[in-house]
């Protein structure tokens, strides 16, 4: 029978049994938990202010620095990642920064002398969490957790879904920094005293990692669809108790492969950060309903669904933008998203039904479906080819298989709601957590290079106008303080403009003589100059403005590489 500690006592009173594993044989008993939670609390004592952003990549340091946080009464807000840009947004709203940042505003205990504290139970309204959604319309969006929601919660994740699993040590490949990843793989094994393993990032190491144990896999949809079926999975089998997923739907085909593979039958957890979790379900049947967690009412208002619950923030009834269905036993089926009604010149159109007819076509395994804004909107699809059928490559080939497709769709769709743009790959983008964000969708379907406006075209010479649009997607990335064009994309571009008006050989042989003199930012007219120089298959480029010269070089071509 598993111990149990609430929430608020972690800390207090260690439980019997590991706590904490490393990457080998090497194990830590609750008690030593306990211990580094309240060196945390001492560390948190000095610091000024109430609000701090956390982030470790190591659970066990995380685990025992959030609770010596919250022992000392701060505000812990957790961010997603620890880049630059991600601190520079958090500056305004906290005091300070812990753990694995780039600058680090606090030592950890282990450099400071240690000062005994006293530890009382936590108060469950005043201990605070901010977290992040995941951001899949736009910027994350922080979301405040009271500990009696977080309590309420994995109390409620252990009388649905924690029979048979005594002993156990928890794996995973998401992040605790993120509201399924820290129920999942800290709080709740901390409360039913279960051992947590450090986060696998490759299947390799993750079969490695729960050889010969009992143990429960906490999972994303984008790492079960790809599990390699050519790895001994069959040695999980009877120690295996489970396999938790969320963040995103899990295809049918795909939850039944991870049952033939893994040997036990996924389970699934509907939820948000802004709801808490909220259902689940066991593929153990062809398609599942959703089972509502013990504590959670819902309801269905118009065919959309509607929860009440002690994961959330207030008595109110939080309404979803799911479309469901009562099964007739207590449970429900998710019928798509009511929000994804899109006009297209003044045409209702379902992307879910849209993407549903696009994933019936035999070389598509997974579809996502958009609205592209501007002066005409448009829709656009993003297409994850089925296994065994290769992405084209070519544009004759591109063009092929969207026409292809769109013949598929003819037979439902009229010309006005089938999409217009295609982007085709073998599996479509996902964040940190493993879901399919518009934002990065969208990215696809943005330029990365500048129309070009050639003013002079001869058979040796070229020289092209390009504006350097703030949007463009090669800015992405460089950098968040303040946008640069990137010297790789400025070779690239010259490389791909020089092929329409020369005739290159089509081997790239060496560069010579680059030099990046100065940078290019958004808003910049730049001027590119080419000279082929055919008798020594060398292309040189070079990138002048008004402010001077910004880049140059030579590109040395081979017909045979």
Same mark, same amino acid.
């Given at each position: 029978?598993?111990?149990? %500690?609430?929430?608020?006592?972690?800390?207090?009173?260690?439980?019997?049994?590991?706590?904490?594993?490393?990457?080998?044989?090497?194990?830590?008993?609750?008690?030593?938990?306990?211990?580094?939670?309240?060196?945390?609390?001492?560390?948190?004592?000095?610091?000024?202010?109430?609000?701090?952003?956390?982030?470790?990549?190591?659970?066990?340091?995380?685990?025992?620095?959030?609770?010596?946080?919250?022992?000392?009464?701060?505000?812990?807000?957790?961010?997603?990642?620890?880049?630059?840009?991600?601190?520079?947004?958090?500056?305004?709203?906290?005091?300070?920064?812990?753990?694995?940042?780039?600058?680090?505003?606090?030592?950890?205990?282990?450099?400071?002398?240690?000062?005994?504290?006293?530890?009382?139970?936590?108060?469950?309204? =005043?201990?605070?969490?901010?977290?992040?959604?995941?951001?899949?319309?736009?910027?994350?969006?922080?979301?405040?957790?009271?500990?009696?929601?977080?309590?309420?919660?994995?109390?409620?994740?252990?009388?649905?879904?924690?029979?048979?699993?005594?002993?156990?040590?928890?794996?995973?490949?998401?992040?605790?920094?993120?509201?399924?990843?820290?129920?999942?793989?800290?709080?709740?094994?901390?409360? =039913?005293?279960? =051992?947590?393993?450090? /986060?696998?990032?490759?299947?390799?190491?993750?079969?490695?990692?729960?050889?010969?144990?009992?143990?429960?896999?906490?999972?994303?949809?984008?790492?079960?669809?790809?599990?390699?079926?050519?790895?001994?999975?069959?040695? !999980?089998?009877?120690?295996?108790?489970?396999?938790?997923?969320?963040?995103?739907?899990?295809?049918?085909?795909?939850?039944?492969?991870?049952?033939?593979?893994?040997?036990?039958?996924?389970?699934?957890?509907?939820?948000?950060?802004?709801?808490?979790?909220?259902?689940?379900?066991?593929?153990?049947?062809?398609?599942?309903?959703?089972?509502?967690?013990?504590?959670?009412?819902?309801?269905?208002?118009?065919?959309?669904?509607?929860?009440?619950?002690?994961?959330?923030?207030?008595? =109110?009834?939080?309404?979803?933008?799911?479309?469901?269905?009562?099964?007739?036993?207590?449970?429900?089926?998710?019928?798509?998203?009511?929000?994804?009604?899109?006009?297209?010149?003044?045409?209702?159109?379902?992307?879910?039904?849209?993407?549903? %007819?696009?994933?019936?076509?035999?070389?598509?395994?997974?579809?996502?479906? !958009?609205?592209?804004?501007?002066?005409?909107?448009?829709?656009?699809?993003?297409?994850?080819?089925?296994?065994?059928?290769?992405?084209?490559?070519?544009?004759?080939?591109? /063009?092929?298989?969207?026409?292809?497709?769109?013949?598929?769709?003819?037979?439902?769709?009229?010309?006005?709601?089938?999409?217009?743009?295609?982007?085709?790959?073998?599996?479509?983008?996902?964040?940190?957590?493993?879901?399919?964000?518009?934002?990065?969708?969208?990215?696809?379907?943005?330029?990365?290079?500048?129309?070009?406006?050639?003013?002079? %075209?001869?058979?040796?010479?070229?020289?092209?106008?390009?504006?350097?649009?703030?949007?463009?997607?090669?800015?992405?990335?460089?950098?968040?303080?303040?946008?640069?064009?990137?010297?790789?994309?400025?070779?690239?571009?010259?490389?791909?403009?020089?092929?329409?008006?020369?005739?290159?050989?089509?081997?790239?042989?060496?560069?010579?003589?680059?030099?990046?003199? /100065?940078?290019?930012?958004?808003?910049? !007219?730049?001027?590119?100059?080419?000279?082929?120089?055919?008798?020594?298959?060398?292309?040189?480029?070079?990138?002048?403005?008004?402010?001077?010269?910004?880049?140059?070089?030579?590109?040395?071509?081979?017909?045979?590489?």
């Amino acid at each position: 029978m598993t111990e149990w %500690r609430s929430l608020d006592e972690v800390a207090l009173r260690p439980l019997p049994g590991r706590a904490f594993m490393a990457a080998g044989s090497e194990s830590a008993d609750h008690a030593v938990f306990q211990h580094e939670a309240l060196r945390w609390q001492a560390t948190f004592h000095r610091l000024p202010g109430s609000s701090w952003a956390l982030h470790f990549d190591d659970a066990s340091r995380f685990a025992a620095a959030l609770y010596g946080a919250w022992h000392a009464g701060k505000t812990v807000v957790l961010p997603g990642d620890a880049l630059a840009g991600t601190q520079a947004r958090l500056r305004a709203h906290v005091d300070g920064f812990v753990g694995d940042w780039l600058e680090s505003d606090a030592a950890s205990p282990d450099d400071l002398p240690y000062a005994p504290c006293v530890a009382r139970p936590l108060d469950a309204d =005043a201990t605070r969490l901010v977290v992040f959604t995941s951001g899949s319309t736009g910027e994350p969006v922080a979301i405040e957790k009271r500990l009696r929601q977080l309590d309420a919660e994995v109390h409620a994740l252990e009388a649905a879904l924690g029979r048979g699993l005594d002993g156990v040590a928890v794996h995973g490949t998401v992040s605790h920094q993120h509201i399924y990843g820290l129920l999942f793989r800290v709080l709740w094994p901390l409360a =039913a005293g279960r =051992a947590i393993v450090p /986060r696998a990032f490759f299947p390799e190491d993750l079969l490695a990692a729960m050889d010969g144990q009992d143990a429960v896999l906490v999972a994303s949809p984008a790492h079960l669809k790809r599990l390699p079926a050519q790895l001994s999975w069959a040695s !999980l089998h009877g120690r295996l108790r489970a396999v938790f997923s969320s963040g995103g739907a899990l295809p049918a085909d795909a939850a039944h492969d991870v049952a033939r593979l893994l040997g036990v039958p996924p389970t699934e957890i509907l939820g948000s950060s802004e709801t808490g979790g909220i259902a689940w379900r066991r593929w153990e049947t062809e398609v599942p309903v959703w089972t509502p967690l013990p504590g959670v009412d819902w309801r269905l208002q118009e065919g959309v669904l509607e929860v009440h619950s002690p994961h959330l923030a207030g008595d =109110a009834w939080w309404r979803s933008q799911d479309r469901a269905e009562a099964d007739g036993a207590g449970g429900f089926r998710l019928l798509g998203r009511a929000d994804r009604i899109v006009k297209v010149e003044e045409r209702r159109v379902s992307l879910d039904a849209l993407e549903r %007819r696009i994933q019936a076509h035999p070389a598509v395994r997974e579809a996502r479906v !958009l609205l592209l804004g501007g002066a005409r909107s448009a829709l656009a699809a993003v297409v994850a080819m089925a296994d065994g059928v290769p992405v084209p490559q070519d544009a004759m080939a591109r /063009r092929a298989l969207s026409q292809s497709l769109s013949r598929h769709l003819a037979e439902m769709q009229d010309a006005v709601t089938r999409p217009r743009r295609w982007r085709f790959a073998t599996a479509l983008p996902t964040n940190a957590q493993g879901k399919v964000t518009e934002a990065a969708l969208t990215a696809l379907f943005r330029p990365e290079r500048p129309a070009a406006c050639w003013t002079l %075209r001869e058979s040796a010479r070229a020289r092209a106008d390009m504006s350097l649009d703030a949007s463009l997607a090669v800015f992405d990335g460089h950098f968040n303080q303040a946008a640069v064009l990137p010297g790789v994309a400025q070779l690239d571009w010259a490389v791909q403009l020089a092929r329409e008006v020369f005739a290159i050989p089509p081997c790239f042989l060496r560069m010579e003589a680059l030099k990046f003199q /100065r940078v290019a930012r958004p808003g910049d !007219l730049i001027h590119l100059d080419l000279e082929w120089q055919a008798d020594r298959a060398t292309l040189v480029f070079r990138y002048t403005s008004v402010q001077g010269p910004h880049a140059s070089g030579r590109v040395v071509f081979a017909h045979e590489a």
